[in-house]
């Protein structure tokens, strides 16, 4: 008679009485047999529970969910998740932090990573965001620079508000996102209060083979909720894992978080005529001439059951897109293509896209084969490359993409204009959200919360780091200017040509 209860060791042998807590010994007292097998598994198996820490957004929490179409936008993409409005999707999404390491605290003063995973009868589709429209930088080489600014010290072991100052001062087009992440949106009040973008610009190809670009916007409908400043870092006491618990208790209690979707288009044409580079990730596009149109919702009403098997081991990544829904030009889009499944592979093994929460619940039919801890049935015995005289499988002309027209030469572009005209302006848009878009309130938050971070700047190159920091901020507004200046108590007089 079978007893589901039994325990058992991994290879299925039942555990005697006596044998689960307490190793088998010469005599009461040991010493301890090498024999003891179940020893030995439970040790190793323990030494081996840790898989790498993502090397940015360690901290996160996940659930599965649903995508609902409530608009027809197949005038723009053929991608079969659109097709028709009440369709549904299954999906699953992560928010996270982005610096901190696996225990580090939910309301760090950090971007938070919004990535979604919508499992669609054409494959994933992955949107791997954060919760601001813009990045920090605009080109994938000057990623491991800054994510080093954002880490730890070579040698103090510490966060340096040092570091992270003077790269940003060198790096004028981290401006808008710097701004974002001094304002009160740096610490939100967990993740389902919070607004998510794909950030990037993308594109969208229809039946028809028209190309179009677009921007996705996710706005929460649980409305925006951040801490200020000081509250956010007493609750890195009070609770650390703030919006893990937030997110759990609301979805477990029946109380679903819910976005809308929608995107901002621009024709082929648009992008040529655009006043900045369209595929920069440090702009925005304005919603005045590129309105928000809807596409649907999602809500999130299950948490894993297990958090290291779905969430731990998932794998997001911007390369997983699917028929109807593109790359553009962006610099960073394309380097994020390569770096994602290159840092999956080495976290989780070459065989990650097998596992639960990463497999396409439809169809995957290649020649890819065999690697470590392929559990699968690996292809069976039918043909392992292709072409091939016996399994009639062909590629499918309906997915053959439209093809780019490049007509350039090749360059490793650097800013030859200072920061200050065309692509290169990095000032015009982070003065617009300042002098425009915040209030009052809003403004003095977000100088008390650069003065609290600029403070930490420190050695022999203080002064000149907060200087050069001074008069990105005086060209961004000089009301912002001058309330850094001020909170920081530095004398700009001083700086004023005699
Ligand atoms: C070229 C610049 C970038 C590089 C090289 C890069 C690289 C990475 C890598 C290697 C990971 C860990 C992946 C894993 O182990 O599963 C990651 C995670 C992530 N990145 Fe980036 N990243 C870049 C820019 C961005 C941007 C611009 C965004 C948002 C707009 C973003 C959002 C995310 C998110 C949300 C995650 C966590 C995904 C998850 O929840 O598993 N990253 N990034």
């Avoid at 008679?1 to 009485?17: E, H, L």
């Avoid at 790498?52 to 599965?64: D, L, N, Q, S």
């Avoid at 072409?387 to 439209?402: A, I, L, R, V, W």
């Avoid at 209030?439 to 022999?460: C, F, H, L, R, Y």
Wanted: charged share 25%.
């Amino acid at each position: 008679m079978s007893d589901k209860n039994k325990i058992t060791t991994n290879s299925g042998c039942p555990v005697g009485k006596g044998q689960y807590e307490n190793s088998q010994t010469v005599g009461e007292r040991g010493p301890v047999l090498i024999q003891d097998f179940f020893l030995h598994e439970k040790l190793a198996q323990f030494n081996r529970e840790r898989i790498p820490e993502r090397i940015v957004h360690a901290k996160g929490a996940g659930a599965f969910g649903k995508f609902v179409v409530t608009n027809d936008i197949s005038n723009y993409s053929r991608a079969k998740i659109f097709s028709e409005i009440g369709k549904e999707t299954k999906m699953f999404a992560r928010f996270s932090t982005v610096g901190g390491e696996k225990g580090s605290a939910d309301t760090e003063r950090d971007p938070r990573g919004f990535a979604l995973k919508f499992y669609t009868e054409d494959g994933n589709w992955d949107l791997v965001g954060n919760n601001t429209p813009v990045f920090f930088i605009k080109d994938a080489k000057k990623f491991p620079d800054f994510i080093h600014t954002q880490k730890r010290d070579p040698r103090t072991n510490c966060k340096s508000p040092t570091m992270m100052w003077d790269f940003w001062s060198h790096n004028p087009e981290s401006l808008h996102q710097v701004l974002i992440l001094m304002s009160d949106r740096g610490t939100p009040d967990g993740f389902r209060h919070m607004h998510g973008f794909g950030s990037h610009t993308f594109s969208m190809v229809n039946d028809k083979n028209e190309r179009v670009y677009v921007k996705f916007h996710s706005r929460t409908n649980q409305g925006i909720k951040n801490f200020e400043g000081p509250e956010a870092e007493s609750y890195r006491g009070v609770d650390p894992d703030h919006s893990q618990r937030d997110l759990v208790e609301a979805i477990d209690k029946g109380d679903f978080p819910r976005w809308t979707m929608y995107i901002q288009v621009m024709t082929e044409q648009q992008i040529k005529d655009y006043p900045w580079n369209p595929f920069d990730v440090t702009k925005v596009w304005s919603q005045k001439e590129y309105p928000l149109i809807e596409v649907g919702y999602f809500e999130l009403n299950k948490i894993p059951e297990n958090y290291f098997r779905d969430v731990e081991q998932a794998a997001f990544s911007p390369s997983n897109v699917v028929d109807g829904i593109g790359f553009s030009p962006d610099k960073m889009l394309q380097g994020r293509i390569f770096a994602y499944p290159d840092a999956q592979r080495y976290r989780i093994g070459s065989n990650y896209q097998d596992l639960p929460v990463n497999a396409c619940p439809f169809m995957v039919n290649n020649y890819h084969r065999d690697g470590a801890l392929k559990f699968t049935d690996n292809g069976g015995s039918s043909q392992n490359y292709f072409p091939n005289s016996f399994d009639g499988n062909h590629t499918s002309e309906e997915y053959e993409g439209k093809p780019y027209q490049l007509d350039s030469d090749t360059v490793n572009y650097f800013d030859r204009n200072h920061g200050l005209k065309g692509d290169d302006d990095h000032y015009s848009q982070p003065g617009v959200l300042f002098d425009k878009v915040m209030d009052d309130k809003a403004k003095q938050n977000t100088i008390n919360n650069i003065v609290s971070s600029m403070s930490g700047i420190e050695g022999d190159k203080k002064d000149e780091i907060i200087l050069r920091q001074l008069c990105h901020w005086f060209r961004v507004s000089p009301h912002l200017g001058l309330g850094v200046a001020k909170g920081l108590e530095v004398d700009i007089s001083s700086f004023m040509p005699k």
